[in-house]
């Protein structure tokens, strides 16, 4: 049994963190400084190229297909008919990335933004984010 942990666990030992320290990365001495800046306290990973954030949206470019609303497992499209457009609700979305590869013109795509949790539903709805949002969100 230990001659199979032990070369795994040496492996392990090698390998870099894919992930801040709990609970802060970065703590500073003084704790109002920590409240005034909280972003500063666990700044962002760097993500794969493959990674699944937040959608993308070029709103410009879509064609009202709807084929993105159909895929959806999660519910997370709406379509607005009279404008013959989508928009996305990051909340509901479980980022499996099927209207990214469904979408025929390809006006949808997942950023490497992670850190989109928030208070107000109204914030997670994605209406418009052109073509060029792909830094993460702090
Ligand atoms: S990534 Fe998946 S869950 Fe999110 S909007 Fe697209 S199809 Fe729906
Ligand atoms: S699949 Fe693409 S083009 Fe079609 S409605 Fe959805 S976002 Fe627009």
Request: aromatic fraction near 6%.
């Amino acid at each position: 049994m230990i001659t199979r942990i032990f070369p795994r666990l040496m492996k392990q030992l090698c390998l870099r963190f894919v992930t801040n320290l709990f609970p802060a990365a970065h703590m500073p001495p003084s704790l109002t400084d920590a409240l005034a800046k909280p972003a500063a306290l666990t700044p962002p990973v760097p993500v794969g190229s493959r990674f699944r954030g937040q959608l993308n949206y070029d709103r410009a470019k879509c064609v009202g297909c709807r084929l993105c609303v159909k895929v959806c497992p999660a519910n997370a499209t709406d379509y607005i008919a009279e404008e013959k457009k989508i928009l996305i609700h990051n909340d509901r979305c479980c980022f499996c990335a099927q209207c990214t590869e469904i979408c025929p013109v390809k006006c949808l795509t997942m950023s490497g933004a992670y850190l989109i949790s928030s208070y107000e539903r109204r914030e997670s709805v994605v209406t418009d984010t052109g073509s060029t949002q792909t830094e993460t969100k702090v």
